[in-house]
């Protein structure tokens, strides 16, 4: 064990993330149940008027706001890899943030970390120009993340870096995520989910739970008691 994940059991607390804003799942109720919430920006789905919306419930609940930044890519739900030049994508990042960082403030909450989504999160694992590309468009700001590029250059860089594990998708031989594409990638299973989700707590910084999956709220509250009957503190990123 390293000095990392002693520190982080001897403290016990974890946050539990979920995507929010993208139109596809409850909200209101994943925001009663997770103490940090990735907010869909724009690009890959969402609009300022259902960012507004989260952040005032976030804000009313004490829920952590998170840049869930993407791809321009709504057509494939930001999922579908592009190559898009650092310079573009520097500033794509850099409106998402701006963009969802002024409707937080306006209702009472400020954006507190970086995420990217879906092949973005994937591509910034291993393409460093990218890497850098997004770090430059999101200022100071944490990121969450799993190990790789983005994380590497983040913490080179000085910023703070907040590791990530998935209990509700299949991982490689390799620590990575298996491809959606393939059978079993994404588990359905809630206990299973949350026996996962206690496993990976005294590793990660924060642990995700897809809001666009169709059991995404009932997934989600069973990770949360599952956490706290372990002895997990949830507190927002």
Request: charged share 20%; net charge negative.
């Amino acid at each position: 064990m390293d000095t990392r994940d002693a520190a982080r059991q001897f403290a016990r607390h974890v946050d539990l993330n979920a995507d929010l804003g993208e139109e596809v799942t409850d909200d209101a109720a994943l925001l009663a149940i997770v103490t940090s919430a990735n907010v869909a920006c724009g690009y890959h789905a969402g609009n300022p008027a259902i960012m507004r919306t989260v952040c005032a419930e976030a804000a009313r609940l004490g829920v952590s706001v998170g840049a869930q930044v993407s791809y321009a890519d709504r057509a494939n739900f930001g999922r579908a890899p592009r190559d898009v030049p650092a310079r573009e994508l520097r500033e794509q990042v850099a409106d998402q943030v701006g963009v969802l960082s002024t409707i937080a403030a306006a209702e009472g909450t400020s954006v507190r970390y970086l995420k990217p989504h879906g092949a973005l999160y994937h591509r910034v694992l291993d393409d460093e120009e990218q890497a850098v590309a997004v770090l430059a468009g999101s200022g100071t700001l944490p990121v969450l993340g799993m190990p790789g590029a983005c994380l590497s250059l983040a913490a080179a860089a000085g910023r703070p870096i907040l590791l990530e594990g998935f209990p509700d998708r299949a991982y490689a031989a390799d620590g990575r995520l298996v491809a959606r594409t393939e059978p079993g990638a994404v588990l359905s299973d809630g206990d299973e989910i949350a026996a996962r989700a206690v496993g990976l707590a005294a590793s990660v910084d924060s642990v995700c739970v897809h809001g666009d999956n169709p059991g995404a709220v009932e997934h989600a509250r069973a990770v949360r008691r599952a956490l706290e009957v372990a002895g997990w503190t949830l507190r927002g990123l």
